[in-house]
């Protein structure tokens, strides 16, 4: 199993504004994902960080309002661009190991 | 979309007695996993079951799967306090083992 520290683990910011957040893992992955879980409701997948190429965005995501960066096996960087209201939600990484997922203890992100 | 629902939604029960979750799924699976979630923060696997299972336990956790159909069910025995928090199915592709989707959650509240 992976241990993921994922930080922060909780900010409030103002819209208009950026935040980045950081996720180190305790052995090197090949793949690495990102989800976000609106308030109540379920995961939804962001995107896919690879690393060495650029990261695989689900529909409804793009690169330019969630930048990832993926710099080497063991960590990755998730940025919620231009914030408004509507990305307050909690925001997870996670890593799959023998088709089992372990995630990060999230991110909850409130914008004001 | 794969996504799943699940149900019910929510669901109180006292101490002891038993919870059932359900899960549906629209297409072919891999396999098809429970997960529990914590107030709100990062998600932990519970159990696994195949394509070609048709139940499996871990401890006080039962699942089954019902592939004609569609469906998986959860069965807590004997549930705790403890076991108060959300749970999610969550299937992945056959023909993509990485990428898994989650149903709705059930947010089961055990009364002490």
């Known amino acids: 199993s992976a241990v993921i520290s994922q930080k922060p683990s909780r900010d409030i910011c103002q819209r208009g504004t950026s935040l980045t957040i950081q996720c180190q893992v305790d052995s090197q992955v090949t793949m690495m994902f990102w989800y976000r879980q609106q308030p109540g409701q379920s995961l939804t997948l962001i995107a896919t960080?690879?690393?060495?190429?650029?990261?695989?965005?689900e529909s409804g995501f793009v690169i330019d309002k969630f930048p990832i960066s993926r710099p080497n096996l063991t960590f990755s960087t998730l940025t919620v661009s231009n914030m408004s209201p509507e990305d307050s939600s909690i925001y997870l990484c996670?890593?799959?190991?023998?088709?089992?997922?372990?995630f990060g203890s999230g991110t909850q992100l409130s914008v004001l | 979309s794969q996504q799943g629902e699940e149900d019910p939604q929510a669901l109180s029960i006292q101490e002891g007695e038993n919870a059932t979750m359900n899960c549906s799924y629209k297409?072919?699976?891999?396999?098809l996993q429970w997960y529990r979630q914590n107030s709100g923060r990062g998600l932990v696997h519970l159990i696994l079951?195949?394509?070609?299972?048709r139940e499996k336990h871990s401890g006080r956790l039962r699942v089954t799967l019902d592939t004609s159909k569609k469906s998986s069910s959860l069965l807590i025995t004997a549930s705790r306090a403890a076991d108060t928090a959300s749970y999610f199915c969550?299937?992945?592709?056959?023909?993509?083992?990485?990428?898994?989707?989650f149903g709705s959650g059930t947010k089961l509240n055990v009364k002490p």
């Open positions: 079951i195949r394509s070609n299972e």
């Open positions: 960080a690879n690393q060495g190429s650029e990261a695989t965005y």
């Open positions: 969550a299937t992945a592709s056959p023909y993509n083992f990485n990428k898994f989707y």
């Open positions: 996670s890593v799959e190991d023998r088709q089992v997922l372990f």
């Open positions: 297409t072919s699976i891999n396999n």
